[in-house]
């Protein structure tokens, strides 16, 4: 008895608002029942924190237990550890952990999170296992607490994520409602590990959601902003790398060194996303399984460890120390070479855990080395901008780089020259790699991931537009003749029907006063009329067929699905897919049995013809010509004697 009154309270605030099913036209879609799924997007927001908090506790647990020796839940550098050449199994140990658990436990915690999440997503209706939630974070803390080269971005999106995705699947919602609260888990998680509610709504928006669109966006927003606020209690606030403050106006020279930058960026991005994939080949071309895979990636780590210790771990530290302009050319020379293979090579063999803190080490130290010969503006400036152009190139997400690099430092002055370096970067892989370091790993999956944003030309045109006024109707009732003209052109006749009537496949019926009873197919209209399939030639036969009164309503669909012409192609489109139907009357919303026109699915394809128009057909619609033009071989003259 509750339950259906639920439902009923349910359907009714769905519907309130949907100006679309009403026949009215508004910028949005959305529907009220948003607020439902926003509230409990805010309870996921609070949980995404404290799985977070979970997961660094986790991590500087497992980094004080592997070269420390000691209980200590603290974040902790592995670099001042004292095991010496022993550094070099930490990572192994950590590594073979790992690669059990995901032969046994679950074999979606390898990889660095976000591919998987994209994943769950588009192919999995937005439904990810039970034992994800517990493994991913667990092996993260594994692999990044032994010394992996990580980031704990990419396993709490991806642990946050399953956490909103068990959430939504405890309760009746749709493939669209699940993703939402699947990314409002990730957003959560991430806005609560860095302090950073905005660059996690726009990292969902841009890797994620895959629309924009407030059904979608509000909720992940309020999860963000829950999470953020949560952190200030069990974390802490306050920025994750201060910076020293930097010039408001950089100058055109400034501005230029940016490009620079940006360029540079790209270049290396674009390095970085072929050396990963180049050590995922070269793996999978070795002769044992899979699960062994992390165990070599973790002896390349471990000796680079042993080259380079600041290479190991998070780096929380080394990004902090290179926006403070207190590095060495020596540090700066470890990040590029030691940090960049034994990322690269660790994350190819498949454990687990995420890119963004290698990143931001990677574009820090790019920075750094441009800043020996780029102008002075202050310690950490192109250091910052390397970082946020690194992201934006890498991740194909250039306004997450750009806010997600503020809300770290908290320096708004930096945001001109990170838009410049950002886009320019994006821009520079966008031309030279045709997928991403998170989308590279679906495509090989043998899946496709589009992430341009437009406009459906669907959504912009109408069925007035495109609907045709030049249909055959029929009456009720109709003679032999009439049908078998109609079916078979001028068989009883001498006059041959028009070749609009021989392919049209949908008639609508009408009544005396022109009104709309139903419709009937070719078909119905063949099984009517007996020898169809064939023509006769018995004069006989025909003249018993065209003395016959057929009655159409025998045959017909009283109750057909129907289109308005002040409705957008879109609509329409949708209705065919759920009736199956390729055909429809148009008829006049308010007298829905006034007849006006019909439309079929190849009526539906002028839109996208005119959408590859637009984009293909090149012209030059204003033409440069001279003001004052002589109009005539007399005033030529005069100005010439002029």
């Not at 999106?157 to 609260?181: C, D, N, P, W, Y």
């Not at 963004?356 to 920075?367: H, I, S």
Request: proline share 5%; glycine share 10%.
């Amino acid at each position: 008895m509750l339950s259906g009154v639920w439902r009923k309270i349910v359907q009714f605030f769905s519907n309130l608002g949907n100006h679309e099913a009403l026949g009215k036209l508004g910028d949005f879609t959305t529907t009220p029942r948003v607020i439902f799924i926003s509230v409990l997007a805010l309870g996921i927001g609070t949980i995404g924190a404290v799985v977070a908090l979970i997961l660094l506790r986790l991590i500087g647990l497992f980094t004080n237990l592997f070269f420390f020796q000691r209980w200590d839940t603290a974040l902790v550098s592995p670099a001042g550890n004292h095991l010496g050449f022993l550094v070099i199994f930490v990572p192994v140990i950590g590594a073979l952990i790992i690669g059990l658990i995901a032969r046994y436990g679950s074999e979606r915690i390898r990889g660095h999170g976000i591919p998987e999440a994209i994943e769950a997503i588009l192919i999995n209706g937005s439904r990810v296992e039970p034992k994800v939630a517990f493994w991913k974070p667990l092996s993260s803390a594994l692999s990044i607490g032994s010394g992996g080269p990580f980031g704990a971005e990419g396993p709490i999106i991806m642990t946050g994520g399953a956490v909103g995705s068990l959430v939504a699947q405890f309760i009746h919602l749709s493939s669209s409602e699940r993703k939402t609260l699947l990314v409002a888990g990730a957003a959560a998680g991430m806005s609560a590990t860095f302090n950073s509610p905005v660059a996690a709504v726009l990292l969902a928006v841009e890797l994620l959601l895959f629309e924009w669109k407030p059904r979608s966006l509000i909720p992940v927003a309020l999860a963000s902003v829950v999470a953020d606020v949560v952190r200030h209690y069990i974390i802490g606030q306050g920025p994750l790398f201060p910076t020293p403050p930097h010039p408001a106006f950089i100058g055109p020279l400034g501005i230029l060194s940016c490009v620079l930058v940006g360029l540079l960026a790209g270049a290396l991005s674009s390095l970085l996303t072929i050396a990963v994939y180049a050590s995922e080949d070269a793996f999978r071309k070795l002769p044992i399984h899979w699960m062994w895979w992390p165990a070599i990636g973790g002896l390349v780590v471990g000796i680079g460890g042993l080259i380079f210790p600041q290479a190991l771990g998070v780096g929380y530290d080394t990004i902090g120390a290179l926006l403070q302009g207190h590095i060495t050319v020596q540090v700066i020379a470890g990040i590029l070479i030691v940090k960049a293979i034994i990322w690269s090579v660790s994350l190819g063999s498949g454990t687990s855990g995420g890119v963004l803190a290698p990143l931001l080490m990677m574009g820090g130290a790019l920075g750094g080395l441009e800043a020996m010969f780029l102008p002075n503006l202050g310690p950490g400036f192109w250091e910052l901008v390397s970082m946020g152009a690194i992201l934006g190139g890498t991740m194909r997400s250039p306004f997450t780089g750009i806010i997600f690099t503020l809300e770290l430092t908290h320096d708004v002055n930096m945001l001109l020259p990170l838009l410049v370096a950002s886009m320019l970067a994006h821009g520079f892989t966008v031309i030279v790699m045709r997928r991403s370091i998170l989308t590279e790993k679906i495509s090989r999956r043998g899946y496709h991931l589009s992430r341009e944003y437009a406009t459906d030309p669907l959504e912009i045109l109408f069925i007035r537009e495109v609907m045709r006024t030049n249909i055959v109707a029929l009456n009720e009732t109709m003679s032999g003749a009439d049908l078998h003209r109609l079916l078979h052109g001028g068989d009883l006749s001498e006059e041959n029907s028009p070749t609009s009537r021989r392919m049209q496949r949908l008639f609508p019926v009408l009544d005396a006063n022109k009104r709309l009873l139903g419709v009937v197919t070719r078909r119905d209209l063949e099984a009517l009329l007996p020898g169809s399939t064939g023509q006769t030639n018995h004069n006989g036969s025909q003249a018993q067929i065209g003395e016959k009164t057929f009655t159409l309503t025998s045959a017909m669909r009283s109750q057909p699905v129907v289109a308005y012409p002040d409705e957008p192609l879109r609509s329409t489109v949708y209705r065919m897919a759920e009736s199956g139907y390729t055909r429809l009357p148009v008829v006049d919303r308010e007298h829905p049995d006034q007849l006006l026109g019909m439309v079929s699915l190849q009526d539906l394809l002028k839109a996208r013809v005119r959408n590859l128009d637009e984009e293909r057909r090149r012209e030059r619609v204003l033409k440069l010509s001279l003001l004052f033009t002589p109009r005539s071989s007399e005033t030529r003259q005069e100005l010439s004697e002029r």
